[in-house]
Nanobody, 129 residues
């Protein structure tokens, strides 16, 4: 059973960089062909795919966020990290990490269960001064 757990600050000031870590257990993040994603859900809105990092460390980001997004990994800790720069209050959301194994997810999903086999419980991030 794969388990994912998001961690990071719950409050970020505008213009700063949001940084979240996803700790994975039950599967190595460099298992062949696996993809590891970040997703968010702003209040009152649907899910938004942010990006993923693959088993080789390759990344792909949402076109709407690519200029501000960076996803990296630490294989020794079995973690991958999201950094979102120049945040505004519109970046306030519940942030999730998830995986659908060897199938990359870039679609808009109505629910996490529609697109991901495993996901974390989510962490609330509020952007406010």
């Amino acid at each position: 059973q794969v388990q994912l757990q998001e961690s990071g600050p719950g409050l970020v000031k505008p213009s700063q960089t949001l940084s979240l870590t996803c700790t994975v257990s039950g599967e190595s993040i460099d298992t062949a062909f696996y993809y590891w994603s970040w997703i968010r859900q702003p209040p009152g809105k649907g899910l938004e795919w942010i990006g993923y990092i693959d088993y080789r460390g390759g990344t792909r980001y949402s076109p709407s966020l690519t200029n501000r997004t960076s996803i990296s990994r630490d294989t020794s800790r079995n973690q991958f990290t999201l950094q979102l720069s120049s945040v505004t209050p519109e970046d306030t959301a519940v942030y999730y990490c998830g995986t659908n194994g060897v199938t990359p997810v870039r679609a808009v999903c109505a629910s996490l269960s529609e697109c991901y086999e495993f996901w974390g419980q989510g962490t609330q991030v509020t952007v406010s001064s």
